[in-house]
């Protein structure tokens, strides 16, 4: 069965870091576009990032630019989110998606929940003040 399997989220202080990083259980993952989304709660999901088949192209939500960095290693069938500069609005579940629909497609980027087909089972993230 294919699976995206979220880790690295914890509990870190404003300011801080985290790394997240998320396995696919196919190499087929590495031919798509993947993203981050998160839920804060009460909140609905809301778009973080995401990066082409390549690592070549990457957009971001305005509310992480600048401050998150979303990378993949198609070797390993691995998406990394590496978050610095934490704010306590970043508290939120974290999850990892794929967009199945184009493989090897560049340069478009897909930022809405409904492009994407699989999603992880997320991670918890809490920064505290």
């Known amino acids: 069965q294919v699976q995206l399997v979220e880790a690295g989220g914890g509990l870190v202080q404003a300011g801080g870091s985290l790394r997240l990083s998320c396995a696919a259980s196919?190499?087929?993952?590495?031919?798509?576009?993947m993203g981050w989304f998160r839920q804060a709660p009460g909140k609905e999901r809301e778009f973080v990032a995401t990066i082409d088949w390549s690592g070549g192209n990457t957009y971001y939500a305005d509310s992480v630019e600048g401050r998150f960095t979303i990378s993949r290693d198609n070797a390993k069938i691995t998406v990394y989110l590496q978050m610095n500069s934490l704010k306590p609005e970043d508290t939120a579940v974290y999850y990892c998606a794929a967009d199945v629909r184009f493989p090897f497609r560049v340069g478009v980027l897909s930022q809405t929940e409904v492009e994407y087909d699989y999603w992880g089972q997320g991670t918890q993230v809490t920064v505290s003040s």
């Open positions: 196919d190499y087929v993952f590495s031919r798509y576009t």
